[in-house]
């Protein structure tokens, strides 16, 4: 059983900040790495980040550098996505997503095998 469940996305205004959780409550949260990807209307599902098993961090998007933080409570079975100063360009789904492994498989969606449905994220004024 691997079920991912995203939540806190909403609107925004530009330079306002949301955390968005994943729920990964089937799993023992411990052993895995949980990236998180986004995908605008139109365009291919982008890599943003992801934390390994031992709380490290791969940053897969230039454009979110000094924005974007990822972090993870295992007792809690969830991990975050804290995002600061958002932009319009920001507007996306945000998916949270795993490939059962402790080390972070990259930016290609392809290498992961499991996915939550999303959680939309607006950003205007």
């Known amino acids: 059983q691997v079920q991912l469940v995203e939540s806190g996305g909403g609107l925004v205004q530009p330079g306002g900040s949301l955390r968005l959780s994943c729920a990964v409550p089937g799993l023992t949260l411990d052993y895995f790495a949980i990236a998180w990807f986004r995908q605008a209307p139109g365009k291919e599902r982008e890599g943003i980040l992801c934390?390994?098993?031992?709380?490290?961090?791969?940053l897969y998007s230039d454009s979110v550098k000094h924005r974007f933080t990822g972090s993870r409570d295992n007792g809690k079975k969830m991990v975050f996505l804290q995002m600061h100063n958002l932009q319009p360009e920001d507007t996306a789904v945000y998916y949270c997503?795993?490939?059962?492994?402790?080390?972070?498989?990259?930016?290609?969606?392809?290498?992961?095998?499991?996915w939550g449905q999303g959680t939309q994220v607006t950003v205007s004024s």
């Open positions: 997503t795993t490939a059962l492994a402790g080390y972070c498989y990259g930016k290609s969606q392809y290498r992961y095998d499991y």
């Open positions: 934390i390994s098993s031992t709380n490290q961090t791969e």
